[in-house]
T-cell receptor, first 112, second 108 residues
Framework: EAQVTQNPRYLITVTGKKLTVTCSQN?????MSWYRQDPGLGLRQIYY???????DKGDVPEGYKVSRKEKRNFPLILESPSPNQTSLYFC???????????FGSGTRLTVV | KNEVEQSPQNLTAQEGEFITINCSYS?????LHWLQQHPGGGIVSLFM???GKKKHGRLIATINIQEKHSSLHITASHPRDSAVYIC??????????FGTGTSLTVIP
């Protein structure tokens, strides 16, 4: 089944403890991206990647890192999480400019 | 800064009604997207368009590039259409800007 898989679905962590949210797609898509969704603010783009080893900042990149060492994986790294990074995170991918996006199921992160 | 504005924010309709959700944007775009988010949180891409009109079943999306405006129409609405509908645009640099969504409730 063609899909974008995020892990974990739920995560509670403490301030300052490094964490990684994984994102993997099995559709050979070139473009991948990360978003966070907050009440009243909607969805905002964190980082995106046009292809392997190519990443760019979105609207709210502060406090996050990404890497794209291989086409299928695009992990989101929080080196020192803070409570203001408590949010619902989505990963998405698409093949090229002419196609729509496939979203992962989301990761609900709570930083205490 | 609100690159994408949607209206209405909330919408309640009776089953069978024709529904329109509007989206205006202020940036140059390469594409406009309509997304659907169900109460469980999952997001589904409904349409991606850069001109004209697209139709999938009871859903129709239109875009007017000159006016920087798009509409999502739902014909013969059904309770299972109840969801949040999100308009988003991508600029030529592949940055993504989202509207805050329209919460639709269709009453049987």
């Amino acid at each position: 089944e063609a899909q974008v898989t995020q892990n974990p679905r739920y995560l509670i962590t403490v301030t300052g403890k490094k964490l990684t949210v994984t994102c993997s797609q099995n559709m050979n898509h070139e473009y991948m991206s990360w978003y966070r969704q907050d009440p009243g603010l909607g969805l905002r783009q964190i980082y995106y990647s046009m292809n392997v080893e190519v990443t760019d900042k979105g609207d709210v990149p502060e406090g996050y890192k990404v890497s794209r060492k291989e086409k299928r994986n695009f992990p989101l790294i929080l080196e020192s999480p803070s409570p203001n990074q408590t949010s619902l995170y989505f990963c998405a991918s698409r093949p090229d400019r002419e196609e729509g996006y496939t979203f992962g199921s989301g990761t609900r992160l709570t930083v205490v | 800064k609100n690159e994408v504005e949607q209206s209405p924010q909330n919408l309640t309709a009776q089953e069978g009604e024709f529904i329109t959700i509007n989206c205006s944007y202020s940036v140059g775009i390469s594409a406009l997207h309509w997304l659907q988010q169900h109460p469980g949180g999952g997001i589904v891409s409904l349409f991606m368009l850069s001109s004209g009109k697209k139709k999938h079943g009871r859903l129709i999306a239109t875009i007017n590039i000159q006016e920087k405006h798009s509409s999502l129409h739902i014909t013969a609405s059904h309770p299972r259409d109840s969801a949040v509908y999100i308009c988003a645009v991508t600029n030529t640099g592949n940055q993504f800007y989202f509207g805050t969504g329209t919460s639709l409730t269709v009453i049987p």
